[in-house]
């Protein structure tokens, strides 16, 4: 086992506070350490909590010896987006003008991670009003990539992806409502999981209530560097809170995983966009790696994932038109001005109120096209993006071809407008040039990604920390 803490997975820690080995404390000041370390180079947690952090971790040794662990990481320091509410701290959502907008509540997320005695360390980074694939913002800043400044560090959980590929804390709260979990860690090279709609409560009072389309397609969740720590944050996350209104309970879906071989769609290339050989390769890696282990892998055509992204690009652009939009044009910074002109660019205007009835029943449609595919072939393991992390910034670049960029994107992006579950796996990843692959399941099918996930685990090790920027110029 790693000699300094922060290295240590969220697992081996629970393990280790709940046996009485180490202390929460401990293990807290070794994640703040790590932080203060790392995070001037990345700018991943923009809102540093290490007072905060090391009261909650007093509390929590003291709870466990009143009354044993209060959950599966009882202890574990980590970290959450700065999107969701925190009682006396501002849900700025990366935005300037919420910079004092200071939450009255816990948002659903912040409850359950109290409820866990799970201190946390601090909150990151996400580009304005969480609508970017890319993470900077007029009031935080940029966050950088630790394996390359170059390269994105993905969106909009940019800084959660960043803090934990650099080990500032095990596990990494985000979420995802267009790829927004998934994205970060494939290109931060790491674990990162959008559970099923619903499983995770995901309630923040102080925000304006979400339309429709949103409330369809958004998704708590977290990044980490293994399977195993991704689970165990599942069972802490899905606590229930009768403030949500689409919460449906998880039951074992989060319980002990099995080796339960099945069969697996492979789609390495698509004629829907140019994909990159080194993400076809580590497709066709990851597909022999389930192979091994039994599962029945076989090269066959999914439905289509573009269909899902202009599907996604229709019905959120339109409540954005109608809500969102507003705002962001009236208070976002100008990267993020510019997303949403190529984001609603050659989106049809939808006037009426039956086309717009219309355009959610073809949801239905969509969901069980691929909810009868996944009937016999319960996993589809694809790309996260056909091309490489993107440069820094690239959405917003002079002559960007959008409609390149929807399609390369369409694996990650179009699969939330139908609530499928993804997880991204980092198949290919190596300090300095991050990769991975993505599992999709149908709706409720998160144990079967998980046990998927973990074989895969198996055959790649344990993934490390990465120092950030090491070996770059």
């Known amino acids: 086992m790693r000699t300094q803490l922060w290295q240590w997975t969220a697992s081996e820690l629970a393990a280790a506070i709940s046996k009485g080995h180490i202390g929460s404390v401990e293990a807290t000041e070794s994640v703040i350490a790590r932080m203060d370390a790392a995070n001037p180079a ?16 007093k509390a929590a040794d003291e709870a ?10 009882h202890g574990v320091p980590m970290t959450i987006k700065i999107n969701v509410d925190y009682k006396g ?28 005695a799970v201190p946390i360390v601090g909150r990151t980074n996400t580009p304005a009003y969480s609508m970017r694939a890319f993470t900077n913002n007029d009031l935080h800043g940029a966050t950088l990539n630790p394996h390359d400044k170059t390269i994105t560090c993905g969106g909009s959980s940019g800084g959660a992806g960043s803090a934990v590929a650099a080990g500032i804390g095990p596990i990494a709260h985000g979420n995802d409502i267009g790829g927004s979990m998934r ?7 790491v674990y990162g999981m959008r559970p099923t709609v619903g499983l995770i409560p995901q309630t923040s009072l102080s925000a304006p209530e979400r339309k429709i389309i949103s409330q369809l397609m958004a998704a708590q969740g977290t990044l980490a560097r293994s399977v195993e720590d991704i689970r165990l944050s599942m069972q802490v996350l899905s606590r229930p809170d009768p403030n949500d209104t689409w919460q449906v309970p998880a039951g074992d879906i989060f319980g002990t995983l099995q080796h339960r071989p099945c069969k697996v769609a492979v789609v390495a290339e698509t004629d829907e966009a140019p994909a990159d ?20 892998v076989a090269e066959i055509p999914a439905p289509s994932f573009k269909e899902l992204v202009d599907h996604w690009r229709l019905m959120l652009g339109n409540e954005m038109r109608g809500g969102l939009g ?16 190529i984001q609603l660019e050659g989106v049809p ?31 589809v393991l694809t790309a996260v993006s056909w091309v490489k992390p993107m440069i820094g910034d690239l959405d917003v670049s002079d002559g960007l071809d959008i409609d390149w960029f929807y399609r390369v994107c369409a694996p990650f992006m179009g699969t939330p407008t139908i609530g499928l579950p993804g997880l991204a796996v980092p198949v290919g990843s190596v300090p300095g040039k991050p990769m991975g692959v993505q599992l999709l399941a149908t709706r409720f099918g998160d144990r079967r990604l998980l046990e998927a996930g973990a074989v895969l685990e198996r055959a790649i090790g344990r993934l490390e920390p990465v120092e950030p920027f090491a070996g770059k110029s």
């Open 64 to 73: 466990l010896r009143r009354h044993g662990p209060s959950g599966p990481l």
């Open 183 to 189: 994205y970060p860690a494939y290109c931060c090279g």
């Open 326 to 341: 507003y705002l962001m044009g009236s208070h976002g910074d100008w990267k993020m001005k510019r997303m949403l002109e």
């Open 277 to 296: 050989p080194e993400v076809s390769a580590a497709i066709r890696k990851a597909a022999a790696m389930l192979a091994d282990a039994g599962y029945e």
């Open 42 to 57: 990345i700018n991943a947690v923009v809102d540093m909590m290490p007072e905060i952090a090391l009261a909650e971790a």
């Open 89 to 116: 701290r501002a849900n700025t959502n990366g935005v300037v003008a919420n910079k004092d907008n200071i939450s009255g509540h816990d948002s659903s997320v912040v409850s359950a991670i109290r409820a866990g």
């Open 349 to 379: 205007v939808i006037e009426s109120r039956d086309d717009m009835l219309e355009a959610i029943a073809h949801r239905s449609r969509l969901l069980r096209k691929w909810q009868l595919f996944l009937e016999q072939w319960p996993i």
